[in-house]
């Protein structure tokens, strides 16, 4: 028997065995060599994080690519086994974190390339509750600049965020930020179809107003009052009446008198515990119809209004007859101001529609009504000096009342309104051109105003007072009523911004300089007055200003502030030198939040104004992702 025959078989049989054993090994061997080389391309990986984010990217996507080849192709090795779990470690990470690393880095990759990514990037680093804000402070900016496109991808996350949170109260906020942008830009449906996802009461209240006071039912496109009144029963009574009053006030300027009135057939019932702010909105609805001439609706109101509270009728009344003299109605107007049982609502409604009757040049019945009020009201003091202002073509006159309204002044007995009545004074010597006069009554003003106690008024005054000084070209005088400010009340911050732009458009900047160094946050209001000059058209003061900023912060945003106005009034290297002096000044921000919040700042205006991520950028960038990483 051949011996070979009766082998072939045993090797027929023993050879899968064989060839099982020997995949098997090849298996793992090859399994070993891409965990090896993953774990190479990790390494490399970390040593590239802080160098170059796009290098660590790369290695890091690579290094996963090896481990998912591992599970795919070699599934039934002890390797694929180990790596197919997210807490096996791969050096001194674990492979879960090697996954979590690629979809960040690739996003740091793509913030690498221009700074339009790089502000998405930033804005993705920030707390939810904020970063729907920020999106859409950015999408203001990129409209700005019609950069239409990238600002629908803002506007987008924003939306995207909203529609899928599980905070309602986060949502509606979300969509009432996004009404309103839409509404800012008279995208009327867009703001519509937004505004109907809001569920809370009151916001959903702001939506609309917004809607209407950006002009919706006046629009070409918009002005479809079905859309508005589907909304008017989501809201609570002082809302939908405050809306029935705005929306009354654009139908009857549009010339939809029967749509208007249709509106004020019903009302809602007030609630106890909101009768006065109900009284107040049906003052305003009274004088809105009356504007228009809807003198007997007006009156209708008015009869809603003493339903409620017969005292604040009244006022009404008053305000009804001022407008009826105002449109050409003065005997009727009198007449109603002669029918007031109370002498305080008779005095001061002649005194009001005496003022009238001089705007329509009928002096003589302004003086008879004048005459049947008695020299103590103070009403009567306040319309002379009001009258003496507009008789500008009739100085002899006006002089004459100005006489006799001025020894009154110190009768009345309020200090606040002394001042004020003073300042009417200045304001007809100034008119005339007679600054010494107008000085002298300013004086008596300041001495008025420090009777002034409450520190809201005082600080409102002080303001009126310093803008007079401005006026008469003495800045030394409004930085002596400066030292006046109870800078402790909150109501001095917000006298601030306006007296910049005030003091900026008079020529005043060491003025306006001064009184941001007043301040406890004098490197923010230095900012405020860097906007200002911006305002004006100017780019070499507020270029100045902004690099003698010392807190880095606020340069940080004052320089970034100018890009886009050094692009467009200089050149794009200047803007460019900005940019860059942004990035370099945030690297000294020491609070981490401060600087995330200044990077964000300067990215989102270098992407809008067209700076590119050049060589000289992207090594200052890449080191600031270091800072806020660590």
């Known amino acids: 028997m051949n011996i070979r025959f009766l082998l072939f078989p045993v090797i027929l049989l023993s050879l899968p065995v064989f060839l099982v054993q020997c995949g098997k090994d090849d298996a793992d061997r090859e399994a070993n060599r891409l965990f090896v080389e993953a774990y190479r391309l990790t390494e490399s990986g970390q040593q590239s994080e802080a160098r170059d984010p796009v290098e660590a990217y790369s290695y890091y996507r690579q290094a996963i690519e090896k481990i998912d080849k591992i599970i795919d192709n070699y599934p039934a090795t002890p390797v694929a086994v180990d790596v197919a779990q997210r807490r096996t470690r791969i050096g001194d990470i674990t492979i879960g974190q090697l996954r979590d690393k690629v979809p960040r880095f690739s996003a740091l990759a793509r913030a690498m390339e221009d700074f339009h990514e790089l502000t998405i990037y930033l804005i993705a680093m920030e707390d939810e509750q904020d970063r729907g804000l920020l999106h859409l402070s950015y999408a203001r900016l990129l409209y700005e600049h019609g950069h239409e496109e990238r600002h629908e991808e803002a506007v987008s996350k924003v939306l995207q965020q909203a529609d899928r949170h599980w905070n309602r109260e986060l949502i509606d906020r979300l969509y009432l930020e996004l009404s309103m942008h839409f509404s800012n830009h008279s995208r009327w449906e867009r703001s519509l179809q937004v505004l109907d996802r809001i569920q809370d009461q009151q916001l959903l209240y702001e939506a609309l107003y917004q809607l209407l006071e950006n002009g919706y039912m006046r629009a070409a496109d918009g002005g479809r009052i079905v859309r508005i009144t589907t909304y008017l029963d989501y809201v609570d009574p002082v809302s939908r009446l405050t809306l029935i009053d705005r929306i009354c006030d654009d139908l009857l300027a549009t010339g939809n008198r029967s749509q208007a009135v249709s509106l004020l057939q019903e009302f809602p019932d007030p609630s106890e515990n909101r009768a006065l702010e109900y009284i107040d909105v049906l003052s305003r609805l009274s004088m809105t119809l009356a504007n228009h001439g809807e003198y007997d609706y007006s009156r209708m109101i008015i009869g809603q209004i003493e339903n409620i509270d017969s005292n604040y009728s009244d006022f009404a009344r008053r305000d009804l007859a001022t407008v009826i003299a105002r449109h050409g109605g003065p005997d009727a107007a009198a007449v109603m101001a002669g029918d ?103 004086e008596q003003a300041e001495v008025y105003a420090s009777e002034v106690s409450d520190p809201e008024n005082i600080n409102q005054l002080i303001s009126t007072i310093i803008r007079r000084w401005i006026a008469l070209g003495r800045p030394d005088r409004a930085l002596d009523m400066a030292a006046w400010y109870r800078m402790d009340h909150p109501s001095f911050e917000r006298q601030i911004p306006d007296l910049y732009g005030f003091a900026i458009s008079r020529g005043f900047h060491d003025f306006a300089r001064t009184l941001a160094g007043m301040t406890d946050q004098r490197a923010y209001y230095r900012y405020l007055l860097i906007t200002a000059y911006l305002d004006q058209g100017l780019i070499s003061q507020p270029m100045e200003l902004a690099y003698e900023i010392r807190d880095y912060y606020w340069r940080s945003r004052a320089q970034a502030l100018l890009i886009a106005d050094l692009k467009n009034k200089v050149n794009m290297a200047t803007a460019e030198r900005a940019s860059t002096d942004a990035l370099l000044t945030m690297q000294r921000i020491r609070d981490m939040s401060d600087k995330q919040r200044a990077f964000y700042h300067a990215a989102s205006r270098m992407s809008a104004a067209g700076i590119s991520m050049d060589r000289e950028r992207k090594p200052i960038v890449i080191e600031l992702l270091g800072q806020l990483d660590s």
């Open 340 to 442: 007031f049982d109370r002498v305080y609502f008779r005095h001061t409604s002649f005194a009001a529609i005496a003022v009238e009757l001089v705007r329509q040049d009928s002096l003589s019945m302004a003086f008879s009504l004048l005459d049947r009020i008695p020299d103590t009201v103070t009403e009567k003091t306040e319309s002379l000096l009001e009258i003496a202002l507009l008789l500008e073509d009739n100085q002899d006159i006006s002089d004459s009342l100005l006489q006799a309204a001025v020894p009154r002044i110190a009768d009345i007995s309020s200090p606040l309104v002394r001042s004020h009545s003073q300042i009417s004074v200045a304001d007809i010597h100034i008119h005339r051109d007679r600054r010494s006069q107008a000085a002298e009554a300013m």
